[in-house]
């Protein structure tokens, strides 16, 4: 019998909205929009003062954080701008934009990009074209901290949340709703495996879908609450937790917009980094509240 891809008991959206309510609260209710920038910014000590937010690595200080996980910072030292990526969440085009700011990558007639929407698609995803903090490590040494340090304090600091829930919705339907081998094989089988009660589920996708199998979001929503999911295999990006991914309680960012409002966010924060008359931030997803 053919699995309901969205079939959901009450039981679990308790668990789901508990487990994933902080950063319903601290990057969705406030975030520091063009609306209201001034009452609506969530800065690093607005966290850790406010008691509520009690979630692993809270109290860490930066220099705690492993070099693994600064994997999402993207430094463009042309103009002091330092960009963190959450998947999901518009990071495709601002991808894009940074690789303009940069001026790294040559398109075919030798000259550097200057149109985002130029840049091919198939290569916007691969971490060689960015100078990202994860790897100041290796090419800095022991100057790494100190160096990465000097930008934090120095630069204009953003990023881009989205509702945490729909995001998790979005990543779902994306990965697992679609056919993709890559996701099924590495954590769509062991869903069914786990939670559908399959011992030995299809091998690829494409038999899976096939023989009428599919993951629903309930499977889905429980590996993510199952307290061992990350003993075996970590958090892909597309649904770790944005505060995981960022490090909000550690970095004080200067600008934090949402995919909600990303029209009128981008427009404010490219006049606050001074780029309005530079850049342009590529159309797209008119519905920026659909998933």
């Known amino acids: 019998m053919p699995l309901k891809p969205f079939s959901i008991d009450t039981s679990i959206v308790t668990c789901l909205l508990y487990s994933y309510s902080r950063e319903a609260i601290a990057f969705c209710s406030r975030s520091s929009s063009a609306q209201d920038e001034e009452d609506a910014v969530v ?3 607005t966290l850790i003062a406010n008691n509520s937010f009690n979630f692993p690595g809270k109290l860490k200080t930066f220099d705690q954080i492993p070099s693994k996980a600064l994997d999402h910072l993207i430094v463009d030292d042309h103009h ?10 518009a990071c495709t085009n601002w991808k894009r934009v940074m690789i303009v700011l ?3 990558l040559k398109a075919p007639d030798g000259a550097p990009y200057l149109d985002p929407l130029d840049i091919p698609l198939t290569i916007i995803h691969n971490s060689t074209l960015y100078k990202m903090f994860s790897k100041f490590w290796m090419r800095f040494g022991r ?3 100190p160096l990465m340090h000097h930008k934090l304090k120095n630069y204009k600091k953003f990023l881009f949340v989205r509702d945490p829930f729909v995001r998790l919705i979005s990543a779902f339907r994306d990965k697992f709703l679609k056919p993709d081998d890559y ?7 062991v869903m069914l495996k786990r939670y559908a009660n399959i011992s030995k589920p299809p091998k690829s996708v494409e038999k899976a879908f096939a023989a009428g199998i599919r993951l629903s979001f309930t ?16 958090f892909n990006e597309h649904w770790q937790q944005m505060y995981r991914l960022c490090h909000p309680c ?3 960012y200067d600008f934090i917009g949402k995919l909600e409002t990303v029209d009128e966010d981008t427009e404010h924060l490219l006049n606050i980094l001074g780029l309005d008359n530079y850049i342009h931030f590529p159309p797209g997803m008119r519905r920026r509240d659909s998933i």
């Open 219 to 234: 499977h889905f929503i429980k590996y993510l609450l199952d307290p061992q999911t990350e003993k075996t295999t970590p």
């Open 80 to 89: 002091g701008v330092i960009y963190c990526f959450v998947p999901k969440v």
């Open 183 to 189: 996701f099924y094989e590495t954590y769509g089988s």
């Open 43 to 45: 800065t690093s000590s």
């Open 102 to 104: 940069s001026q790294n």
């Open 250 to 252: 550690q970095i004080e």
């Open 143 to 145: 100057y790494a901290h």
